[in-house]
């Protein structure tokens, strides 16, 4: 039976459970990015109940759906809601292989570890993901992209730690998995709170030059 979720189809194991499953979370990414966090979440929910979770692929998507679920969540500073969702979401990767190369975010135990960095970031405990980041290992992600996403989470929760020198190490490693990703305003913004701060870092100036962040 189909969920009657606004402004959604609901995912069934037999209808392209990928595409529509991908679908779905671009949809809950355009609703949490307009303030409607906690519909997102419920979208999100009601989606993923829907799948057959012993079936790889099904399983797979479900997992996705589950990960922005708990990032949708923590940017509504529900922190019940979005851990749970990252357990169920770790439980799911767990237990069956990856299955590459069908998703924007990729169903994987990797993949949990880089959410929940951002998730403890959105909550406003980035004390909580130090130990989560220093296990991660980003190498194991499939794409360039995928990997600078995922320095981008550790610069942003070093830099909401304070320290100057962990941040402008895990900027120069988006750079080099993916230079344009640190031309991104928030991260030029990120930079820029660099120069300005009490530590002076050497090589940051010149890293604001070529990536076009507003210089001191």
Known sequence: ?????????????????????EASRQLAIAMRRSGRS????HLLTEEAADLDASRDHTGAVRTTLLLTGAYSAATGRDRTTALSLLEEAEEEASRRA?????FTVEATRTQVDVYRIGVLNALGTPDEAVPVAARLDVDRMSTAERRARAWT???RMWNALGDGQQTFAALRRVEQEAPQEVRRPSLRALTAGLLYGPTRIEGVREFAARTGAPAA
């Open 153 to 155: 989470d550790v610069a």
């Open 38 to 41: 906690t519909a997102a979440v």
């Open 98 to 102: 990856a299955v590459p190369g069908l």
């Open 1 to 21: 039976m189909t969920h009657s979720v606004v402004g959604s189809t609901s995912v069934k194991t037999g209808v392209a459970p990928v595409a529509v499953g």
